[in-house]
């Protein structure tokens, strides 16, 4: 399922350009994110909620216009790992995320040429987590293994002069983590989380077109 959801983004991204040249208009950017609010959620017989401190993303972005105002396409971006926030002389667990995801938006254009917009933008994915745990002091036996899930966002954005973007996006992410071994010096001991992260982004970037 999961290699099929990125072979699948991968395909769209070869193919829609094909279309493109021949049917509109193709849009291409690049962006540059700080998450202005982040939550991770670590569930396992009960829930504990962390907020976390702050990381950047970089992205790039690709749409096809099937009408003058409706784009498709597909999207990347990485974010970069973030610190949980424990109480103090707690563990220093870091986690952030690469996202490939399809997304659609929807231009409200403030001019006759489309050069000043502001568009709701849609996003679903695969979002592939990257974990770093600090628990080999405590359990120096112990080991890892982190799943990566489905990842989503919804916003709106800003076209500004025809170039440059601004966007908010709420986006959520979906993984988990399973640990073996972490009872030393009792008996080992195996369980798992399920990963929930939340976080409100700003995304600022540069954009150009293909007639």
């Not at 994110?33 to 009960?46: H, I, K, M, N, S």
């Not at 096809?64 to 974010?79: K, L, P, Q, R």
């Not at 709701?120 to 080999?136: C, E, R, T, V």
């Not at 979906?174 to 008996?187: D, L, R």
Request: with cysteine; glycine share 10%; net charge negative.
């Amino acid at each position: 399922m999961k290699k099929s959801l990125v072979a699948l983004l991968f395909t769209t991204a070869l193919v829609l350009p094909v279309f493109a040249a021949d049917q509109g208009t193709m849009e291409a950017g690049i962006k540059a994110g700080l998450p202005l609010y982040q939550e991770t959620r670590l569930e396992c017989d009960g829930y504990d909620d962390y907020d976390m401190k702050t990381t950047v993303s970089v992205g790039a972005d690709f749409f096809y216009y099937v009408d003058y105002n409706i784009a498709v396409g597909v999207g990347a971006e990485h974010i970069f790992n973030s610190k949980l926030k424990y109480a103090p002389n707690e563990p220093k667990d870091k986690i952030g995320y690469t996202n490939i995801y399809f997304q659609v938006k929807y231009n409200f254009d403030f001019d006759d040429d489309g050069y000043n917009n502001i568009y709701p933008i849609f996003q679903l994915g695969y979002g592939i987590m990257h974990a770093d745990w600090d628990f080999s002091s405590e359990y120096p036996g112990a080991s890892v293994e982190n799943y990566n899930g489905v990842y989503w966002g919804i916003g709106v954005g800003t076209t500004i002069a025809r170039y440059f973007i601004m966007e908010l996006i709420y986006g959520f992410n979906y993984g988990s983590a399973e640990f073996t071994g972490c009872g030393y010096p009792k008996p080992p001991e195996n369980f798992e989380y399920d990963i929930s992260t939340y976080r409100l982004k700003f995304n600022v970037g540069f954009k150009f077109d293909f007639y």
